[in-house]
């Protein structure tokens, strides 16, 4: 007789490892594609996550445990299943919440995204990530799935003597989307000064009414994502800001 091995996914759905007790080596605090947190467990009810079945003396070769979409102790959806309605259903019926979900959800798959183009057929050309340009025409390109209108670089008003250019504007929505790329000169620190200045300057936009932050961070300039994250969300009065640091942690 044989016995399951229990499953650790991230909060998108990505399998980290099917054996979390047979082989804990693979195990991982955050997911090495997508930056989110990792889960082993149903979040409603503390049961395990049914992992690789296992038979003493049988090696199974090939074999890969599908991630499950509902707990099944106790029915309910995993955190992944219910993003994925979530953003089925404001894909088919848009409104402004909703099209902070899409953002959301784009930003969320970025780095995925960035790190599945390096993998072409042949070593044939494609987009790498360097700088801040690329992360924009990229993000740009995937904005187009959900929106139709994408004004880029708008004018922002002037704030203590200087003015700037937003990244991105989707003006039906009201909601701004300001890029930032990590660096060596521009590590926690400096982004947050940098969005504390850009936050009080979108403040004065007419159309903004969302403010998203995209800091993408793919060497691990930023040692504390979360942290600073939480630092700059916030949410007063008409004006909202979502700051989103990708991926967090390897």
């Known amino acids: 007789m044989g016995y399951h091995d229990i499953q650790q996914v991230c909060l998108n759905g990505h399998q980290i490892t099917d054996r979390f007790n047979q082989s804990p080596q693979f195990r991982k605090n955050f997911c090495n594609q997508c930056g989110e947190k990792t889960i082993h467990k149903c979040p409603e009810c503390d049961h395990p996550i049914k992992g690789n079945y296992h038979v003493d003396g049988v090696i199974a070769i090939g074999h890969s445990t599908a991630v499950p979409t509902h707990c099944e102790n106790c029915g309910k959806p995993y955190p992944w299943t219910a993003k994925k309605e979530q953003i089925s259903s404001a ?15 784009i930003c969320s798959r970025f780095h995925l ?38 004004r880029p670089e708008e004018w922002t008003p002037s704030y203590a003597g200087g003015c700037s250019r937003v990244d991105f504007l989707l003006k039906e929505e009201a909601i701004i989307i300001e890029v930032k790329k990590t660096r060596k000169t521009l590590k926690a620190k400096q982004v947050g000064d940098e969005l504390l200045i850009d936050i009080q300057r979108y403040k004065k936009h007419p159309d903004c009414k969302k403010l998203v932050c995209f800091v993408y961070d793919p060497e691990g300039w930023i040692s504390n994502p979360r942290g600073l994250e939480n630092d700059l969300n916030h949410d007063e009065n008409d004006f909202k800001v979502k700051v989103f640091i990708i991926p967090k942690g390897y």
């Open 91 to 105: 894909s088919s019926n848009p409104s402004e919440q909703n099209a902070m979900s899409l953002v959301e959800q």
């Open 113 to 150: 995204i960035a790190r599945q183009l390096r993998a072409r057929y042949s070593d044939r050309e494609t987009l790498i990530i360097e700088d801040e340009y690329d992360t924009q025409d990229l993000l740009h390109s995937l904005l187009h799935i959900y929106f139709d209108d994408i």
